[in-house]
Nanobody, 116 residues
Framework: QVQLVESGGGLVQAGGSLRLSCAASGSSASINTMGWYRQTPGKQRELVATITSGGTTNYADSVKGRFTISRDNAKNTVYLQMNSLKSEDTGIYYC??????????WGQGTQVTVSS
């Protein structure tokens, strides 16, 4: 069973930075895409950034230039470096891993709160 464990969320002032981590276990699939999504009250979960096992990245327009997604394939871990945080970045951030099928696995989410 694939498990994703997120960490790194918290409370930060606007303009500050946070780094999220998501460690995957229980899977040996070398070809996969991992990503971060966020959800705020009253809104659908939205894509923040994704990265393939080959290193191709994709970002939501709202975070381009501020957020950087990266991964360590040896550790089966994906990271999200978030800089210049804004109040609208507040939400629950979920890690997702997509493997061939496609089959999606989700983490439990980590809260990010940006105070203005």
């Amino acid at each position: 069973q694939v498990q994703l464990v997120e960490s790194g969320g918290g409370l930060v002032q606007a303009g500050g930075s946070l780094r999220l981590s998501c460690a995957a276990s229980g899977s040996s699939a070398s070809i996969n895409t991992m990503g971060w999504y966020r959800q705020t009250p009253g809104k659908q979960r939205e894509l923040v950034a994704t990265i393939t096992s080959g290193g191709t990245t994709n970002y939501a327009d709202s975070v381009k230039g501020r957020f950087t997604i990266s991964r360590d394939n040896a550790k089966n871990t994906v990271y999200l470096q978030m800089n210049s945080l804004k109040s609208e970045d507040t939400g629950i951030y979920y890690c997702k891993r997509r493997e061939w099928g496609p089959v999606d696995y989700w983490g439990q989410g980590t809260q990010v709160t940006v105070s203005s």
